[in-house]
Every structure is written in structure tokens, then in C-alpha cells.
């Protein structure tokens, strides 16, 4: 007797165009499905290799007509050599705690979001995110999850980043930091320090979600070279011409 098994392949939604968030004039549309079912993590793991995003139990992926600017980028852990200049920025930052710390939202976290938004993303649609939404935003996780916090000797908080544990590498899923501190280079040195932690747990790659050319709040994924994006032939060395400082 055969025992035959049933594979149950997830439900694929779109969403109706709606202006775009990053790139002036122009319409985005998504398609997304839920990260449920018996194997959720498996799921998550396909899917970014796919080139997917998570946002709590949401897997996405950007399915513009006409479109192709959103590419998703990694950073090869093995092929990546600290520059003089990486190394300068985190040496700035050894005196900072870092602490991973179970997804759990907290007041002080969400106090430091607000004021990042506010001074980094005025207008951006997040600016609206209230201590509920946030809570979700961290908590709501099906897979493997936690949140690195980095704070001054003193005890204050000054980045933090939610970050998924994938089969094959760390995800940066969202980060802030303070943005009155100009000296530190904070959202730097977060990468760079993920890059690092990916390192010493013999992970390949460090996931930062998509780059946008011509979007100046993603150009600074430029920097973290070599990159590697995802196209028609699957993930191949990208490479950028920017005008920022690589690392």
C-alpha cells in the first residue's frame, strides 16, 4: 500500500495599486500570503530566497506592472572584508551593550522609534504607529525572532534592530536608532556588528531587504560590498555605482 502525502502550497493574494512609497509618480502593487500552515518556518526560508519580505505573519514581495526597481540584496558573510572605515566606525562603538533579547515590545523601544521616525521619516506612512501597532510589529512572529538592543554604558538605548534567524542567515527585518547622535554612524555600525554576529554563528548571509536605485533612503545598502541581488537568474553579484562611502 502507498501512502501518499499532501503537499498544500499557500494562497497568493495581490493588493490594488497604490502610489509608491519610494519612487515619486509611480504605482506599487504587492503580493503577499500568510506565513501559516505546518511548516511556517520553512515557508519564511523559501520565500526569501525567493525574494520575499516578512512583516509579522505576512510574507511579501513587491509585483509592479512595468516595474523591476525593488531588488532584494544580501550580503555574502564569507566574501565580506571589514574595511579600514568599518572597522573605524565600530570601534567608535565597542563601548555600546549589545543584548538579543526575546521579540517582545517595550516602551523605551517604541519611544526610540517615534523619535527616529520623526527625524528620519517625516512623511512615511509609520510616522501613524501607535505602541499597539508596534507591539505587533515585534511580536507577531511565527518563526524565530528576536530583537538586538545596543545602549550606552549609562544604560540608554540608542538602536535596536528586530531580526529573523533564517536556515541560511540573519534577516533584517526593521531598524532605528537615535538620530541626534551624528558621531556614532548608529545604523552602520547595527549592519556591520549583524554582519559579525552572522560570522561567529557560521551563517552565509545577512538579508537587507531591497534596494531601490534612484531611492535615497536605500542607498545606503550600496555600501555593505560585495552584494549580492536577486534577478530572472537567481542571486548574483550586484554591482553599484554609488557616490557613499563603501565598506
Same mark, same amino acid.
Given at each position: 500500500?502507498?501512502?501518499?502525502?499532501?503537499?498544500?502550497?499557500?494562497?497568493?493574494?495581490?493588493?490594488?495599486?497604490?502610489?509608491?512609497?519610494?519612487?515619486?509618480?509611480?504605482?506599487?502593487?504587492?503580493?503577499?500570503?500568510?506565513?501559516?500552515?505546518?511548516?511556517?518556518?520553512?515557508?519564511?526560508? +523559501?520565500?526569501?530566497? +525567493?525574494?520575499?519580505?516578512?512583516?509579522?505573519?505576512?510574507?511579501?514581495?513587491?509585483?509592479?506592472?512595468?516595474?523591476?526597481?525593488?531588488?532584494?540584496?544580501?550580503?555574502?558573510?564569507?566574501?565580506?572584508?571589514?574595511?579600514?572605515?568599518?572597522?573605524?566606525?565600530?570601534?567608535?562603538?565597542?563601548?555600546?551593550?549589545?543584548?538579543?533579547?526575546?521579540?517582545? +515590545?517595550?516602551?523605551?523601544?517604541? +519611544?526610540?522609534?517615534?523619535?527616529?521616525?520623526?527625524?528620519?521619516?517625516?512623511?512615511?506612512?509609520?510616522?501613524?504607529?501607535?505602541?499597539?501597532?508596534?507591539?505587533?510589529?515585534?511580536?507577531?512572529?511565527?518563526?524565530?525572532?528576536?530583537?538586538?538592543?545596543?545602549?550606552?554604558?549609562?544604560?540608554?538605548?540608542?538602536?535596536?534592530?528586530?531580526?529573523?534567524?533564517?536556515?541560511?542567515?540573519?534577516?533584517?527585518?526593521?531598524?532605528?536608532?537615535?538620530?541626534?547622535?551624528?558621531?556614532?554612524?548608529?545604523?552602520?555600525?547595527?549592519?556591520?556588528?549583524?554582519?559579525?554576529?552572522?560570522?561567529?554563528?557560521?551563517?552565509?548571509?545577512?538579508?537587507?531587504?531591497?534596494?531601490?536605485?534612484?531611492?535615497?533612503?536605500?542607498?545606503?545598502?550600496?555600501?555593505?560590498?560585495?552584494?549580492?541581488?536577486?534577478?530572472?537568474?537567481?542571486?548574483?553579484?550586484?554591482?553599484?555605482?554609488?557616490?557613499?562611502?563603501?565598506?
Amino acid at each position: 500500500m502507498t501512502e501518499h502525502t499532501t503537499v498544500r502550497f499557500p494562497y497568493f493574494f495581490v493588493t490594488v495599486p497604490a502610489p509608491c512609497p519610494y519612487l515619486p509618480g509611480r504605482m506599487e502593487r504587492k503580493v503577499f500570503t500568510r506565513l501559516n500552515g505546518d511548516d511556517p518556518v520553512g515557508l519564511n526560508d +523559501a520565500l526569501t530566497h +525567493a525574494g520575499f519580505r516578512r512583516s509579522q505573519g505576512i510574507a511579501y514581495k513587491p509585483a509592479c506592472d512595468g516595474c523591476q526597481a525593488c531588488v532584494s540584496v544580501r550580503v555574502p558573510v564569507a566574501a565580506f572584508r571589514f574595511s579600514r572605515n568599518a572597522r573605524r566606525i565600530m570601534a567608535r562603538n565597542d563601548d555600546l551593550v549589545m543584548t538579543e533579547s526575546p521579540a517582545l +515590545a517595550t516602551e523605551e523601544q517604541f +519611544a526610540l522609534l517615534r523619535h527616529y521616525l520623526e527625524a528620519r521619516h517625516p512623511g512615511g506612512g509609520m510616522v501613524e504607529m501607535d505602541a499597539l501597532d508596534y507591539a505587533a510589529m515585534i511580536e507577531d512572529s511565527p518563526i524565530q525572532t528576536h530583537v538586538a538592543e545596543y545602549r550606552m554604558p549609562g544604560g540608554r538605548l540608542v538602536s535596536a534592530c528586530l531580526i529573523d534567524r533564517l536556515a541560511d542567515g540573519l534577516s533584517l527585518v526593521y531598524s532605528f536608532f537615535d538620530p541626534d547622535d551624528e558621531t556614532r554612524s548608529l545604523g552602520t555600525n547595527l549592519v556591520l556588528r549583524q554582519i559579525e554576529r552572522a560570522a561567529q554563528l557560521g551563517l552565509p548571509y545577512v538579508y537587507l531587504g531591497y534596494w531601490i536605485e534612484g531611492c535615497r533612503k536605500m542607498v545606503y545598502k550600496a555600501r555593505y560590498q560585495p552584494l549580492e541581488g536577486l534577478g530572472p537568474e537567481g542571486w548574483k553579484p550586484l554591482a553599484i555605482k554609488t557616490t557613499d562611502s563603501a565598506l
